[in-house]
């Protein structure tokens, strides 16, 4: 468990066995990212734990750990009330069976030139508001990313291959600007409302599925508002 400052990261291959926790583990059932629920003894102590920048040189943390419930890296909580600074996730690339990054009720992390390789799940931000992501890369995902409850988070020149599903987005006002699904098997999963997307390609060759997904069948969800401009599937 890591407070305040930077860590930078050797170049080469870290492995780990455990997630590398930053803040605080508080969410109690991760693996359903629709599910918020609080430990909130972790979660107030998070609170007061300072932001730090997790910054790589030609480094990939790889979690060597057959458990998909496990995220490599969990985000949560610091800064929120005593230091106000946001932090960033910079240069890294991250390997799992589970979750490559879990940000949890933070707010405005930014996660810059992150690989993101092999996972259950890429990406998933959970109450992590202002999250901006650029030129993060996503391969042989189940799925790439997934946020819920995270408005207002942008992401610039994003790049998938081989994913199973790409971006799953739950949140309102995301916004996209540059992203290019190569081979996956959904490209691009929309459930929210009021979402710009911008420079979007899609490509898949032989995938049965739709490339582009509006809505779901589930009653009440509103999926209004939405814009696309410059969309290629």
């Avoid at 990313?145 to 081989?162: G, K, M, P, V, W």
Wanted: with cysteine.
């Amino acid at each position: 468990v890591i407070d305040g400052g930077r860590v930078p990261l050797p170049q080469g291959l870290v492995r780990t066995t455990e997630p590398f926790i930053n803040g605080a583990n508080c969410i109690v059932d991760w693996t359903n990212p629709n599910v918020s629920a609080l430990d909130m003894a972790q979660y107030h102590n998070a609170q007061y734990s300072r932001a730090i920048d997790i910054v790589g040189n030609n480094t990939c943390i790889w979690l060597d750990n057959p458990d998909k419930r496990l995220p490599a890296i969990i985000y949560t909580a610091q800064g929120l009330n005593q230091y106000k600074r946001a932090a960033t996730i910079k240069g890294i690339t991250i390997r799992s069976n589970g979750i490559g990054l879990l940000a949890a009720y933070t707010k405005r992390l930014t996660i810059e030139t992150v690989d993101f390789i092999g996972c259950e799940n890429g990406l998933i931000l959970n109450n992590a508001n202002f999250t901006t992501g650029q030129s993060l890369f996503f391969e042989n995902c189940k799925r790439a990313e997934f946020d819920i409850r995270s408005h207002n988070s942008q992401f610039y020149n994003t790049t998938l291959a081989l994913c199973e599903k790409g971006f799953e987005v739950r949140s309102n006002h995301i916004g996209i600007d540059g992203y290019y699904a190569n081979l996956c098997g959904i490209g691009l999963h929309i459930a929210s409302a009021n979402n710009v997307i911008k420079r979007c390609y899609l490509e898949s060759k032989n995938s049965p599925n739709p490339q582009l997904i509006i809505g779901e069948n589930k009653d009440g969800l509103k999926v209004n508002g939405n814009s696309f401009e410059a969309l290629t599937i």
